[in-house]
């Protein structure tokens, strides 16, 4: 089953009412019609499950997108509902909504129809079977997590941790749970916490979310002693902004730089889960981390949501170019296992303890499933030439026509390639039914038998697309550069000082740069030079970077002009028979400064923008051949980029292996350490996981309780230099 992605169009705002519409639904309300930004006549369309255009209700959102995925959340499956888009495109009006009946979104609308439900099924079982609800609520401001039930004056800087529980889910340590009994409940604790929310007013949107708010809604099914978990999260994400058109202040510049960069993080991992790489880089930012998209078992909802007007043409490409991606990502829909209570009087362990789900909730995710590497190929749908999957109205031989992308019958097609266990569905508005429930002729099994047997299946299932995986993406980057990312990313990686930070990007800079992305390494390496502001190396490189995409630029040009001919485009839509002639508002400044569309830089389809105008070059060079983009071994570059890295960290062999070792948080590996036994090993442990994650330093290890500094001394002298 794949992440089901709808577009949202909201209206034209009160002060746009005199600004063109360039963005609108079309077929049926499935594709997204926008204009080619160079050439107005041509027109791009995106395919999606559903597309909403201004005059979409908040009840018809709901209806269609959310109620249907409560009855599932009773069943144990986890449901993910997550908004995305540009600063202003109303993420928070869909999700949260406004006060009155109609206005309310999607979020309170999904806890009244919870609460509806849990009473149903209370009746209907004559209450043997009573329902829990509680919530969570918190935020990632700068990459940092803070708890929205605790006021702002409460919160410690560095935030709360986060940390893998035994299923490999990333969990936030020490967040209030509230249990909430009722809808009024409910409504007076998520407007309590809202108001600790980070927003404020910026040109764009006069109460722009400067955090992504995630709202966890725990459901609590208990029948006699089986007890079910499940989870329905709801996400309203931060949204991206090019600050050229902000007018931020230092502050919002800096909250705005780590919106983009978790943005970019996740449009790192959609293009990597796409691309079926090896890596995909979640752990870079605590939102991918926490999201981790195409990780989570159950459903998934990404809504869209899309400005109408020119002053976000660009931005609007790039969010339809992401959820085109986003699409295609498959997520498992397996419900979280039922676990029994221990009968035993005096020995109800699991009673009222929030953490409960860490055990074994979702058995059947192999560890395999960590890699996302599960994606297929679906059909023979050909690679888009350019950057965006555009979707013809004119049937082509080689490509899936679309009139069948989201009939039955194609849904039937793509559910028997795409996964071996999923059955076609022709229910509501094409969601696939269950596939882990055991069949009619199961129903004799003993329940270890059934749960074997699910196992089985799933391992198998799984087991046939890794092997499909691992053929096709072993080509994009070697080994060798591959190890090197992987080892460079586990050093920076849980370092929460301001320098790691900087290192994050120039990790990012270096994977784009191997990639070929030159464009995207040096916006990177514009974003690391704060934390390394004396570093003429980085300096230097950045310079170097910039002469060659500056000379890459110009033998694009050169060799256009000499060619004389168009760039090739993806094939034009249609030609509207009458078009509204699009003013030349002062959106024109803006779209000056991206006059070469959507093709201006193949590699780079994400949100982040640079804050400095890259300036075309003039041309001298006329013939030269054009590099390919992709690199596939280090080179001398690339090398002088570990060692800068390697500077910055500036950690002898021995620190470094005494870290990694106490940064396995494994018991039995930091036991055998010089001067530490089973019980300081296990404090160590206790102390790391309420640190969140990692020591970075003998300094920051000497801290740790009951550690010290002739202790680490020790350990170190133990270890083989
Ligand atoms: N469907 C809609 N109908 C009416 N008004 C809308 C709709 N969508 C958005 N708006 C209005 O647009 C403005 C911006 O919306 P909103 O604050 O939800 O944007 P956002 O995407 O959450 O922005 P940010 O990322 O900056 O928080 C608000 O005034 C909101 O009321």
């Known amino acids: 089953m794949s992440v089901r992605v709808v577009a949202r169009i909201r209206p034209l705002l009160k002060n746009e009412l005199d600004k063109d519409k360039i963005v609108e639904a079309a077929d049926n309300k499935t594709v997204v019609r926008i204009p080619n930004p160079k050439n107005e006549a041509e027109l791009y369309s995106f395919q999606f499950s559903s597309v909403y255009d201004e005059a979409a209700t908040q009840q018809d959102m709901f209806e269609n997108e959310v109620s249907p995925t409560v009855k599932h959340l009773f069943k144990g499956c986890d449901v993910t509902l997550f908004a995305y888009g540009v600063t202003g495109t109303g993420k928070t009006h869909t999700m949260r909504g406004g006060k009155s009946l109609a206005d309310r979104g999607v979020i309170p609308r999904l806890l009244s129809s919870i609460y509806r439900r849990a009473r149903k099924v209370e009746k209907d079982t004559a209450n043997a079977t009573q329902v829990e609800v509680a919530m969570s ?4 401001y700068n990459d940092r997590v803070f708890d929205l039930f605790e006021p702002p004056e409460k919160r410690t800087p560095a935030g709360l941790p986060i940390r893998d529980n035994q299923s490999g889910k990333a969990v936030v340590v020490g967040l209030t749970e509230r249990p909430c009994t009722t809808l009024k409940e409910f409504e007076q604790l998520y407007d309590q916490a809202n108001l600790n929310r980070s927003t404020s007013a910026t040109k764009l949107n006069a109460h722009s979310s400067r955090s992504h708010a995630v709202l966890c809604v725990k459901v609590t099914q208990t029948t006699g002693e089986e007890v079910q978990f499940s989870t329905a999260s709801a996400i309203d994400l931060a949204g991206s902004e090019d600050n050229r058109r902000t007018d931020n202040n230092k502050e919002r510049l800096v909250e705005s730089a780590s919106i983009n960069k978790s943005l970019f993080v996740l449009a790192s991992c959609v293009e990597a889960i796409s691309k079926k790489q090896s890596r995909i880089p979640y752990r870079e930012s605590k939102m991918t981390r926490i999201l981790a998209l195409g990780q989570n078992n159950g ?8 400005a109408p007007v020119r002053s976000y043409h660009l931005d609007t490409l790039s969010s339809l170019n992401f959820a085109n991606r986003t699409k295609k990502i498959e997520v498992n829909e397996i419900e979280n296992q039922p676990f029994f209570r221990d009968p035993l009087p005096g020995k109800n362990k699991l009673e009222g303890k929030p953490d409960a789900p860490a055990m074994n909730r979702q058995p059947l995710r192999p560890k395999l499933l960590s890699q996302n590497s599960h994606l297929k190929e679906v059909g023979n749908v050909p690679k888009p030439a350019k950057q965006f999957s555009v979707y013809s109205d004119k049937p082509k031989t080689t490509q899936k026509p679309t009139s069948l992308a989201n009939t039955a019958q194609s849904r039937a097609l793509t559910s028997q390639i795409k996964s071996p266990k999923r059955i076609a569905s022709n229910e509501g508005l094409g969601r696939p039914t269950k596939a882990s429930k055991p069949n009619a002729a199961e129903a004799g099994m003993s329940k270890d038998a059934i749960e074997a047997l699910i196992e089985r299946k799933v391992t198998e299932a799984l087991a046939g697309r890794v092997d499909q995986s691992t053929v096709s993406s072993g080509d994009v980057i070697s080994d060798e550069v591959q190890k090197r990312l992987d080892a460079l990313e586990k050093r920076v990686e849980g370092q929460e000082t301001e320098r790691a930070e900087g290192l994050q990007y120039l990790l990012m800079a270096k994977q784009h740069q ?13 974003l690391a030079l704060p934390f390394f502001s004396d570093n003429q190396k980085l300096v230097r490189k950045m310079a170097a970077l910039q002469e060659k995409i500056n000379v890459k630029k110009a033998e694009k040009h050169a060799a256009a002009e000499i060619q004389d001919e168009p760039e ?9 028979a009458v078009r509204r002639k699009l003013k030349t508002d002062e959106d024109d400044d803006y779209h000056e400064e991206h006059d070469d569309g959507p093709n201006h830089d193949d590699e780079d389809s994400f949100i982040y923008r640079p804050r400095t105008k890259i300036r075309r070059p003039q041309l001298n060079n006329r013939m030269a051949p054009i590099q390919p983009a992709v690199k596939h071994s280090p080179t001398p570059e690339e090398d002088s980029e570990d060692e800068l890295a390697n500077s910055l960290l500036n950690q002898t062999p021995r620190t470094k292996q005494l870290l990694d070792i106490i940064n396995t948080k494994d018991v039995s590996k930091i036991k055998l350490l010089k001067g530490v036994g089973a019980k300081k090993a296990e404090a160590i442990v206790n102390c790391l996981c ?3 994650d990692s020591v970075t330093s003998l300094g920051q290890l000497g801290k ?16 083989q230099a």
């Open 514 to 526: 191997v990639r070929g992305e030159d464009v995207s390494a040096l916006k990177m390496y514009q």
């Open 690 to 692: 309420d640190l969140d």
């Open 704 to 719: 740790l309780k009951g550690v010290g500094v002739k202790t680490v001394e020790n350990m170190r002298t133990g270890l």
């Open 299 to 306: 459903h998934c909802v990404m809504i869209l949501n899309l």
């Open 568 to 576: 090739p485009e993806p094939v034009p839509v249609e030609k509207p």
């Open 137 to 140: 609520y918190y935020e990632i």
